[in-house]
């Protein structure tokens, strides 16, 4: 005998049905009639932005441009991070910009703290500092989980940077590792070598050399750090 031919096609089709509704699709047409042979209409051109840049916005002010950086408009605002603030002196003896906070860096720490910042405070007696005159600030003012500085933001950073340097108009800059130097002295720009940086009508006296937290890992690297210390700090020959 062959297979039962009388299949119940009413039960098999409103079982698909139900189906199909289940998975969300309870409709085999638009609610709208389309004409499938018009022309499709061309997409819209999107408004002209008039406002100005993100650059044109920041404030031109050193107190004021330290209370944006904390501010809702600054890049690190959305990452979900504590900000460190820097403190607004104008022309220090020395400033000091690194990459970004360290772990344990909080608004009422300041900036290097820990171990970092032992060794900090022992480069600074050595060159005749102490932390109430240096202006330490870094790239970043908050610390993301990765450690890192991400890459969609270096360029923003690297102009807030700059902007902050020159508002404070050091008499010396000191710039702990790669970060801080690229963006400061360019993406050519290297360890060690005195350089006077000329930008936004400043003249400051300028060396990159390793960060702390790296001379903590390769105790070895102190004694070319001590040398590129030196350089800063040596009087300009007549």
């Known amino acids: 005998m062959g297979a039962d031919q009388h299949i119940q096609w009413h039960e098999a089709a409103a079982s698909a049905l139900e189906w199909w509704n289940d998975a969300g699709v309870d409709t085999l047409v638009e609610d709208e009639l389309r004409d499938w042979f018009a022309t499709p209409a061309p997409a819209a051109r999107p ?6 840049p993100a650059a044109a916005l920041v404030p031109d002010t050193l107190d004021a441009f330290a209370a944006w950086r904390m ?25 000091i910009l690194t990459d970004l906070p360290e772990a344990d860096d909080s608004g009422d720490s300041g900036w290097m703290t ?28 908050a610390r993301p989980l990765t ?26 800059l ?23 940086l000329n930008h936004g009508g400043i003249a400051c006296p300028t ?17 070319e750090t001590w040398r590129h210390l030196q350089l800063l700090i040596r009087e300009p020959t007549a």
């Open 71 to 95: 501010g809702d408009a600054a890049p690190e605002a959305g990452w979900n991070a504590a900000r460190v603030p820097v403190s607004p002196q104008k022309n220090p003896s020395l400033m």
């Open 114 to 141: 820990g171990p970092v910042g032992v060794l900090l405070d022992r480069m600074l007696a050595a060159i005749g500092e102490v932390r109430g005159s240096v202006v330490i600030a870094g790239v970043a003012h």
């Open 147 to 172: 450690g890192r500085l991400p890459a969609d933001a270096q360029e923003p950073l690297e102009a807030l940077a700059r902007r902050l340097v020159t508002l404070v108009a050091p008499q010396k």
């Open 174 to 196: 000191l710039l702990f590792g790669a970060e801080p130097c690229r963006a400061l002295l360019g993406p050519d720009g290297q360890r060690g070598g005195l350089r006077t």
């Open 207 to 223: 060396i990159a050399t390793f960060h702390p937290r790296f001379l903590l890992e390769r105790p070895l690297a102190k004694a």
């Open 47 to 52: 408004l002209a932005v008039t406002s100005a």
